[in-house]
């Protein structure tokens, strides 16, 4: 016979998937505000010590003296690139962040030179693979659909690759650091 626990533990993940985001943060904010246990776990998923955060480089400076490109050299042109070195900092921050190259969330502090896969150039469609689009008729050939439905008629500018393909650029992750203002 099984327990109750068994019998609704097949169900949980449908209800996951179906409920809403809102619904879902209420949720984990309650259990982190009442259970001890549950505290700890959401803190050790979604925090992370700004002392673990590696600092973000790039090999394409010119500032390297020691004449090798491959070996990263500390990027101070870009506050925006700028992480503490690890330190040993108690300081909390938000494990996971958005790459504004490759657009992917990632843990911030598991990036390294080579996390981030992107293109330097915009997307743009090849209209020769499109030969009976008409804009006037069908409308503009640029559309998300036509992306989603059509990747390989696309291709980056800066390497012909199309967006089936992985980015022809290897860096670090870069972190968007435009913070939202809530507004009352």
Known sequence: MQSETESTDHKISPALSAAPRELLEDVIKEFYLKVPSVREMVISKLLVNEGDVPEVFTSDSEED????????????????????????????RSRYAR???CENIFDVSKN???S??????ASIPDEDLFPD???CTHGPIDTPENR???PQNFFYECCDRTL???????SWHREDTFKRQRIY
């Open 133 to 135: 689009h008409e804009e």
């Open 65 to 92: 003296s020691d004449g090798d490109e491959n070996r990263p050299v500390k990027k101070d042109a870009d506050p925006l690139e700028a992480k503490t070195q690890p330190t040993g900092s108690k300081r909390l």
């Open 148 to 150: 989603e439905n059509y």
């Open 116 to 121: 981030c896969r992107y293109h330097s150039d």
């Open 99 to 101: 790459c504004i190259n």
């Open 164 to 170: 089936e393909e992985e980015g022809c650029e290897v």
């Open 112 to 114: 390294t030179s080579q």
